[in-house]
């Protein structure tokens, strides 16, 4: 006899009317060492021998097999011999399409900060399936009055933007207005400047400081400061990147600036994979196999398929080489006096790509001195620390369910981290090889 559907969605409310409720399945994964991230990844907590129940889209409970007692119902998923980790957050990403999408899930990314303009495309907020997007807003790309900056503001919390980038057009006395319109709409204030002292940001309680290369111009002379202030992609900032690649990082000034930030509450997310795709560090980001879904053409400035770095002249990437190393030195001593990171990619600039150039990222920050724990902590844990974002980052009870499992522990190597066997999206396990048949 042919259901009636209207006799079954009848009775469904008939069942939810009475106090029932129909329970989403709970999965178990069971075995594996779950990897404390919290503490800015100075915690070594880690759970051997675990067990992680996840009911829905949240986790319900974390701890050792013989603490966390396994329902008769769960779909237990064995994950012996393997490490469980938060799904990994790139904090400055473009969305341009669903292969950006399944890029990142592929390769551990759940969630992103969704960014877009300055040689991105829009952001692609129809993606299915989707890493979880933190919306992306800024202000001041252009000299504008201080109500318009406030209008902007507003405008941004009304679209549901949660981070929100204060640029280098800003001026100072716009800096304490804007920081605490942002703080009372609810959005996290992160600053790119070049005629503000980033002094005063941290007193006017700005969370954080994007791109190495901004917030490091504290370093340069006043005038050169001025020529960058003028034209922030003029001539006057290639004078001020050779400037900090010929800057020792022992001179004084890069260490009494090391503890002004080192001794603050601001986060530094340097992106330092935008301006090292060409170190011979980082391997060519086409060789992964995620890579085979992604079209060059939707990326900025990409590399070449074959080398991994642009075309440029072979005595070039000598320089740039000796560049980047410098660069990784001076930030080094901002982690030596205490600066604390989140991990952003800052793609798809300039060849860096949706997840992989986040691994790549991570890399960097172990090169900057951050242990791998560390490391990973920035792409994950900081950003509730830092943000208050809390339904994300740690395996806790309570914490949305973005999980990745792998088969090697990234503690000892921070590569290891792409070693993925399992990925968990909102309490789902996302199907990688059907991630890579999407175009």
């Known amino acids: 006899m042919r259901a009636n559907p209207l006799a079954a969605i009848l009775a469904g409310l008939v069942f939810l009317s009475l106090g029932f409720s129909v329970h989403a399945e709970t999965v178990a994964l069971v075995g594996g060492t779950v990897i404390d991230v919290s503490s800015f990844g100075k915690s070594q907590s880690d759970i051997k021998s675990a067990v992680v129940l996840i009911e829905g889209e949240k986790i319900t409970a974390v701890g050792s097999k013989d603490v966390v007692k396994i329902p008769k119902d769960a779909r237990v998923i064995d994950v012996r011999g393997k490490y469980v980790v938060p799904g990994l957050i790139d904090g400055y990403a473009a969305l341009d399409n669903q292969s950006y999408a399944n890029a990142y899930l592929y390769i551990g990314v759940t969630s992103i900060v969704g960014c877009h303009g300055y040689k991105r495309g829009a952001l692609f907020e129809d993606a299915n399936p989707s890493p979880n997007i933190y919306l992306y807003g800024d202000v001041a790309h252009h000299e504008i009055g201080t109500d318009e900056i406030l209008a902007r503001i507003e405008a941004c919390a009304n679209r549901g933007v949660k981070f929100l980038n204060l640029m280098y057009a800003l001026k100072p006395e716009q800096l304490k207005p804007a920081i605490e319109r942002a703080h009372e709409l609810g959005m996290v204030a992160i600053g790119e400047f070049v005629n503000i002292s980033y002094r005063d940001a941290i007193r006017y309680g700005i969370d954080g400081f994007i791109h190495f290369n901004r917030y490091s111009i504290e370093l340069a002379p006043d005038e050169m400061r001025r020529k960058v202030a ?107 006096a205490g600066a604390r990171y989140l991990a952003g990619s800052g793609n798809d600039i300039n060849g860096t790509m949706p997840g992989i150039s986040l691994h790549q990222e991570l890399l960097l920050l172990t090169k900057i001195g951050l242990s791998e724990r560390e490391a990973l902590a920035a792409a994950t844990s900081n950003f509730a620390e830092f943000f208050n974002w809390k339904e994300a980052g740690e395996v806790k009870p309570g914490r949305r369910a973005d999980l990745v499992v792998t088969d090697k522990n990234p503690l000892e190597d921070i590569k290891n981290l792409k070693q993925i066997s399992l990925v968990m999206l909102r309490g789902k396990i996302i199907d990688r090889e059907e991630l890579l048949k999407a175009t």
């Open 230 to 336: 003028e034209q922030p992609f003029g001539h006057g900032r290639g004078e001020y990147m050779k400037y900090l690649q010929e800057l020792s990082p022992e001179e004084e000034i890069v260490r009494d600036y090391a503890k002004i930030l080192g001794s603050s509450p601001v986060a530094l997310m340097p992106t330092m994979s935008v301006i090292s795709m060409d170190h011979p560090l980082l391997e060519n980001p086409w060789n992964e196999r995620v890579a085979s879904i992604l079209d060059p053409a939707d990326i900025h400035n990409p590399v070449n398929k074959s080398t991994g770095k642009h075309d440029y002249k072979p005595e070039a990437f000598e320089k740039i080489a000796r560049a980047i190393d410098n660069f990784l030195k001076i930030e080094n001593q901002y982690y030596k």
